[in-house]
């Protein structure tokens, strides 16, 4: 194997800057208070999917590698070393070796090692005796063959083929590392890890509470004394929170972002898309819904420009299945995108021929499709589930909605217990991320079971594809096909406001994640 000493250079200088970013009188205490939109259904990251578990234990762990804390478009450029020193690939591209920091300990005074790494990885394998209950990552890792150390502080991932963007897969915030002696069972209720902060409870329905980690490996850091996520489910309480100085971050809409910088001019607001797509589930196993015909009428009844105009406040994006240009990366230019079934602007051609398609399968004015519009029961999702079932109606569907509890939704996915249901989806970076685990065939998180083999070869190719300008036309041919499918329609790209007290300095929101920027290591408190 060769090792490639300049990328360990590069990363050991990154990682070198962003230990002194913002090295200008920082001051330590204080414990920062975060909105948190709902209960976490654990506190297991590995096993969880949405956002508040990963942004509320993301600060207990550490990944081998990251996406820098500070810039905020993810890529391979902004990858810096985090528990690995560095990275290097074999010639062939299918062995990553990481040389890891020594010294390190997990919360509970345990020396972190490459076993514990190995032990990760085979806990999201299915290879190690542990098992999860819910391993939702479980397909981004179908072309790991093993992984194997070198001592203590030296691990190699072996790869059954070449898969260059395999690096942002340990880099995104899901990846973090679990410790070999404490069991998954564990990890849900008190997770363990070597981060800059340490669990110390976790009350469904109130709050996640963190405190500082004396013993972190990074010198100085944290700033923070600790960080209180306070569950508030309704929006405008969460905002009057705000307002009322008893919280310091929160996540709320844009309509209601207007209000707090109406009452708190000082705030700080980011309106930023974050990756998130609404999107139209469809269980494809599911009659009248396996045959394609009837998907093909409503995905054509969408109106996705209403969608943005109500939902948003008219700023959202429309995009296929990677996150629109120009905040993602690998989104179709809007000419591209256009051409796409379904995506001609003109709605009431689109209904027309619905209709006509929904004639020829029996239904019409006097035969209407009755069905439950199944959804998660928080804002982002029950919102744009009722402007749905109100454009279903456009084609002779009639939709009531069936709200689902957060603990509940996601287990019901899994089952596919759902005949058709609004959903959102966190985009990945990159594309290896978003196809493999929502659309591969048998994927946990590919809801609708869509499974086309010979597409999966195209994921392959654009997988292995190293020059990123072929990389990205081998994506567009597949975002094509997976349109032409209704594979999983996507409606549009939302846009979130966040704000923050003026006190709180370090804080970068990325515009392609809402959560690959929650180590807060860097977070501190002006006050």
Known sequence: MKRDLRTLAAGTLLVAVAATHGAFAQ?????????AGDSPPSMSMLEEVDANPARATMGIFNNLVMFDQHTKQNSMR????DLA?????????TELTLPLRQGVKWHDGKPFTAKDVKCTWDLLTGKSSEKLRLNPRKSWYRNLDEVTTNGDHDVTFHLHRPQPAFIALLAA???VVYPCHV??????????????????????????TLTRNPDYWKPGRPYLDGIEFTIIRDRSTANLAFVAGKLDWIATTLPLSKDIKSQEPGAICEVTPGGISRNLIINRDAPPFDNPDMRRAMVLSLDRRAFID??????????????????????????????????????????????????????GPDNRLALKVSTRNIPPFRDPAVLLIDQLKEVFI????EIVETALWYPKMYRKDFKIGLNLTGGGGDPDEEFYENYACGAPRNYTGYC?????????????????????????????KLAEDGARPIIFFNRFAYCWQPQVKGWTMMVNSIINNFRMEDVWLDK
């Open 27 to 35: 001051k330590p205490g204080g414990v920062l208070r975060v909105h």
């Open 78 to 81: 902004s990858i810096v070393p």
């Open 85 to 93: 020193t560095g990275w290097s690939w074999s010639e062939d591209g």
């Open 173 to 175: 915030g899901f990846s």
């Open 183 to 208: 069991p998954p069972g564990e990890m849900r209720q008190h997770p363990v890890g070597t981060g800059p902060f340490k669990f110390v409870e976790f009350r469904p329905n109130e709050r996640v």
């Open 310 to 363: 109500i939902i948003s406040d008219g700023q959202g994006d429309i995009g296929g299945a990677m996150q629109p240009l120009p905040e993602g990366l690998w989104g179709m230019p809007p000419e591209v995108l256009k051409t796409l079934p379904g995506y001609d602007p003109d709605v009431q051609k689109n209904r027309t021929e619905a209709r006509e398609i929904m004639g020829k399968l029996g239904y």
């Open 398 to 401: 009639d939709g009531e909605l």
């Open 452 to 480: 086309n083999p010979e597409l999966e070869k195209q994921f392959e190719r654009q997988s292995m594809e190293a020059d990123e300008g072929k990389r990205k036309k081998l994506v567009w041919e597949i975002e094509r």
